[in-house]
């Protein structure tokens, strides 16, 4: 933690509480970087600081602080920094008393701890001590008791200044010999010299302080030994670092070399290592000397290397003039001693490392131990070399191997990967281990997303217990040749040829290879082939016709299909030419057949199609059609003749009954139009024409149905065709068109779908008719007949507390012969005793009954739709089902109801209390909805109207007038108003009810219709 090469601020750093120092100082750097550095220190650290002077002022001390930045006056108003005189410390009574002194100490670090610092640092100028005040003596004492009573107790740490000019040499020795801790030179160190309180204040102090010295000077030969070890392990460590830079033997060699001479302070020297193959030591390399002057100097090597190689260990030459005098040849290659050791590794000597030296005796056996182990590291790094060069031929040898067996394998890799077959290897559970690049090609596939799978993933799923018996086969030690198929990545089926066997390795079967082969194309043609066969034998077995062959005079050769069944005759007759076939086609129909007879007979590779009657066997008469060729030798000589003979009798007479019913068609008197699926007119007879206002089929043909429509009717049409997809027809549905002058008329339709003989929807036949005059007459008719003005395809709805307005205009409908259908919370006799027309009804309930209907909107709904012409319906108590579900629920439910009515030609009536909503909601619900208006005004005498009127405007403020009132504002006695309002109640236009005592009149939705604009 403390020495010479920690600075002074970082072993400042590193004091605890209880650390007892000395700072002995010569200079007033020396004194400031120690004692300010100190106390700044501890400022920052939350410590309480005192500071005692006595060479230095108090000032002093506090601008030394501000000049490392401490706010002096801050930290002495708070208490944290107090700078006393010596007179207030160590004499504050005029002497001084080392216990005294002590007890100062421990009161200010408890002083510090209350204040919530967390030590007292202290630090103090102790030159007072040479003014011989009373005590001063025993300052000494006062610094081992310190570290006997004080710091090992007490979280306080001090320095205690002494100035080397001021304090004579013995009381600096006591000094040194009180401290644990000295401060010197800008440095901290362990004191070696201190001595504990409990020796030093005893009567032997003497002999404590011989046993220190004789255990400091132990410790001083420990320390050499130490140090040289330390520089014998660092020169090892630098030889180290040297000889692994490089594994080439000569780098090696020379690092070594250069290292070692380094190590020894010499200034030559030389590396003979053992050859092999002369079984002698050769210079390898040197360093200082030439390199010839060891070639030469046979005796040299004989009785230096050899010697050192025979035993093993280092050789030491003192003087070699001597010993063995070298040729000299320059001073700078002087011999004067030099020291020989051996390389060794692993018991073997590999080399002999030589040191020279200008100076005689340079070497001391000291020198051995190191130079055996530098000897050995070498020879170590020698070795590795030459197992390192040893490699690198080996390496290179391997590379080259290497690179053939690449190119070899290149070529055998550019082979199997431009294949177009598959080549592939599996383990023993079939995991694909490897697969060539032509399976991408193959399957689409990769080969990164085949390898890993097992191979059965990979097949049809019909095969997949066939590919599992083939790999239990191979690794049974089989040879496989099978077929299979496979599931691309599109999820197409191809079909492979595997060729496989097992793969070996040291008698062990350890999967197997093989080579798939795409056989798609073959097993198609096989296929086609197969299927062609087939086709032609089920052909010539369940031919509705006559396939034939025969030669140019009409004998046939071959005769065969529904012969019989056509013609009367069997095939038999017709081959042993009874009849001929020229005998049984009607002499009638010979003229036409002439030009194509002549050409068949003269004409190479003619072919024709060619209609005409035949004369059965039972004489009746049967229409055919013939596909004949005739077929030429190598000379175009027609030889033979060959083809089909069809039955269409039938054929012929749907046809007549088509042009019968194409005439029907256009004679019609109803619009009739023929369209495509995409709803494009591709036909129109007559009377389409006419409806159209147009005399031209192209105003119609080429245009789309919907165009003529009117736009609002288009969905109902849109609709219509979904129900024709379902049902291959529709009746009696209504739409209004746009005819070609712009005339909009109303047309009553019908549709049907013309289908493919497959079956196929193809298009779809309509036919209309005008019913605009019908329509005018009906609605005038009830408008004659009805009160309220209410139109198909609408929805009402009507605000009443209780139904009136809603069921007269419900029975309005009922007059007019609309079927009824009433959904109703009101009970079913009420209904009965009202109207006299029959209706259906149902009951909301939510228990079931035969009559009644659960309140579940989407059940009601699809009764209404169910509906199959237009009806008139009444659903009364909306309040009801909105008191079972939600109001969004309720809205949507309307949006739908709106919808049927107006593609259904439905007339809806709501009724609802508006008592039960609230007006947003209410509103919501009427921007939906039409509202019920009277067709006429009902005429009522003036006295009754005015009272209507009073009762109307009070409503309208949110008041309920009473009797009294309406007989008040009407001007009239108590039994006229009285007499008024019963009329008016009996009417239906008042309704009454109690607030209190008082009767109170309300508008009901009858009279307020009197009030409608």
Request: aromatic content about 8%.
């Amino acid at each position: 933690m403390f020495s010479q090469f920690v600075t002074l601020s970082e072993a400042l750093k590193a004091l605890n509480p209880h650390d007892h120092l000395c700072l002995i100082y010569e200079t007033e750097e020396e004194w400031r970087s120690a004692a300010i550095s100190f106390m700044v220190l501890g400022l920052r650290r939350n410590e309480k600081c005192m500071y005692v002077v006595d060479i230095h002022a108090a000032d002093q001390i506090r601008s030394f602080l501000s000049e490392e930045g401490v706010d002096t006056d801050a930290a002495e108003a708070s208490g944290q920094l107090v700078i006393l005189h010596e007179t207030e410390a160590y004499t504050r009574e005029g002497a001084f008393d080392p216990d005294k002194m002590i007890v100062l100490l421990i009161e200010e670090t408890k002083k510090a701890v209350s204040e919530g610092f967390s030590a007292l640092r202290v630090t103090g100028e102790m030159s007072w001590a040479l003014r011989d005040h009373p005590g001063s003596e025993t300052l000494i004492e006062y610094e081992a008791k310190l570290n006997r009573d004080f710091f090992p107790y007490y979280p306080c740490l001090a320095i205690c200044q002494y100035h080397m000019g001021r304090f004579d040499p013995g009381t600096i020795r006591y000094v040194i010999m009180t401290h644990p801790l000295m401060v010197r030179n800008n440095h901290i160190y362990h004191n070696p010299y201190y001595i504990p309180p409990e020796e030093f204040l005893s009567h032997r102090r003497n002999h404590y302080e011989v046993d220190h010295w004789l255990q400091n000077l132990e410790h001083q030969s420990l320390v050499a030994e130490t140090i040289r070890r330390t520089e014998e392990l660092e020169a090892l460590t630098a030889i180290s670092a040297t000889i692994t830079q490089s594994l080439e033997l000569e780098e090696v060699l020379n690092a070594a070399l250069k290292t070692t001479l380094e190590i020894v302070n010499s200034e030559a020297g030389v590396i003979h290592l053992f050859d092999e193959s002369s079984q002698t030591f050769v210079p390898t390399v040197c360093h200082g000397l030439s390199q010839d002057v060891f070639e030469e100097n046979t005796e040299f090597k004989e009785r230096v290397c050899e010697r050192a190689a025979h035993t093993g260990k280092p050789v030491i030459v003192p003087d070699c003039a001597d010993f063995i005098p070298p040729p000299p040849r320059s001073p700078a290659e002087r011999w004067g001693s030099l020291v020989s050791f051996p390389l060794k590794a692993k018991g073997n000597t590999l080399g002999i490392l030589t040191i020279i030296s200008h100076t005689k005796a340079q070497f001391k056996p000291d020198h051995l131990s190191l130079l055996s182990s530098v000897g050995n590291q070498v020879g170590v790094a020698i070795e590795n070399s030459q197992l390192y060069e040893a490699n690198q031929r080996e390496l290179v040898e391997r590379r080259r191997i290497q690179e053939a067996l690449r190119k070899s394998e290149k070529k055998y890799r550019d082979l199997v990967e431009n294949m177009s077959d598959v080549i592939y290897t599996c383990n023993t559970q079939g995991a694909v281990t490897y697969i060539s690049p032509a399976i991408e090609a193959l399957t689409g596939f990769s080969p990164s997303e085949v390898i890993g799978r097992s191979f059965t993933e990979f097949l049809y799923q019909d095969d997949v217990e066939r590919g599992i018996e083939m790999l239990h086969s191979i690794i049974s030690d089989h040879l496989y040749r099978g077929e299979y198929r496979i599931i691309t990545k599109s999820g197409d089926i191809r079909w492979m040829s595997a060729s496989s066997r097992p793969i070996r390795e040291r008698d062990r079967i350890t999967g197997m290879q093989g080579i798939l082969t795409d056989i798609t194309e073959r097993k198609a043609t096989e296929k086609a082939l197969k299927e062609s066969e087939q086709k032609y034998r089920t052909f010539v077995s369940n031919l509705q016709g006559i396939a034939y062959r025969g030669d140019m005079n009409w004998v046939p050769l071959f005769f065969h299909g529904a012969v019989e069944e056509i013609t009367g005759y069997t095939e038999e007759e017709f081959l042993t030419g009874n009849p001929r076939w020229d005998q049984v086609i009607h002499p009638d129909d010979w003229p036409v057949l002439a030009e194509s007879a002549e050409k068949i007979a003269t004409v190479p590779d003619y072919s024709a199609t060619r209609e005409y009657r035949i004369i059965r066997k039972d004489n009746k008469i049967r229409w055919v059609q013939e596909f004949i060729q005739n077929v030429c030798d190598d000379f175009q000589n027609p030889v033979s003749v060959q083809g089909i003979i069809y039955d269409i009798t039938e054929h012929k007479k749907a046809k007549e009954e088509v042009m019968q019913l194409s005439t029907a068609v256009r004679m019609s008197s109803d619009s009739i139009i023929i369209a495509d699926m995409e709803g494009t007119i591709a036909d129109a007879n007559d009377a389409a024409l006419t409806l159209y206002r147009t005399h031209k089929k192209e105003d119609l043909i080429g245009k789309k149905v919907l165009d003529i429509i009117v736009p609002e009717d288009r969905k109902k049409v849109q609709i219509s065709v979904e129900e024709l997809l379902k049902k291959r027809y529709v009746k009696n549905q209504e739409y209004d068109l746009i005819v070609r002058n712009g005339t909009r008329i109303t047309v009553e339709t019908s549709m049907a779908i013309i289908e493919t003989a497959e079956g196929t929807p193809r298009g779809f036949v309509s036919i209309s008719r005008d019913i605009t005059g019908r329509k005018v007459a009906e609605r005038e008719m009830k408008r004659k007949l009805m009160r309220y003005d209410l139109r198909e395809g609408n929805m009402y709805l009507v605000e009443e507390r209780i139904p009136c307005t809603s069921l007269e205009a419900f029975e309005d409908l009922l007059t007019v012969d609309y079927p009824g259908l009433a959904i109703s919370r009101t009970p079913q006799r009420e209904f009965k005793e009202k109207f006299r027309q029959e209706i259906d009804y149902l009951w909301i309930a939510e228990k079931g009954n035969k009559s009644g209907i659960p309140p579940d909107l989407t059940e009601i709904q699809s009764t209404i739709e169910g509906l199959s012409k237009a009806t008139a319906i009444f659903i009364d108590r909306l309040d009801y089902l909105l008191s079972k579900t939600s109001f969004e629920k309720i809205l949507s439910f309307i949006h739908s109801l709106r919808e049927i009515a107006y593609l259904k030609d439905h007339i809806i009536i709501l009724s609802v209390d508006p008592s039960t909503l609230d007006r947003q909601k209410l509103r919501q619900i009427e921007k939906e909805t039409l509202t019920v208006e009277p067709l006429y005004k009902v005429q009522l005498p003036e006295e009754l109207f005015e009272v209507l009127r009073m009762v109307y405007e009070q409503n309208t403020k949110g008041m309920n007038p009473s009797y009294n009132m309406v007989g008040l504002k009407t001007g009239t006695s108590k039994p006229t108003a009285r007499k008024r309002i019963r009329t008016l109640i009996s009417y239906g236009y008042l309704e009454e009810s109690k607030r209190g005592r008082s009767k109170i009149l309300n508008l009901t939705e009858k009279g307020r219709t009197l009030f409608l604009k």
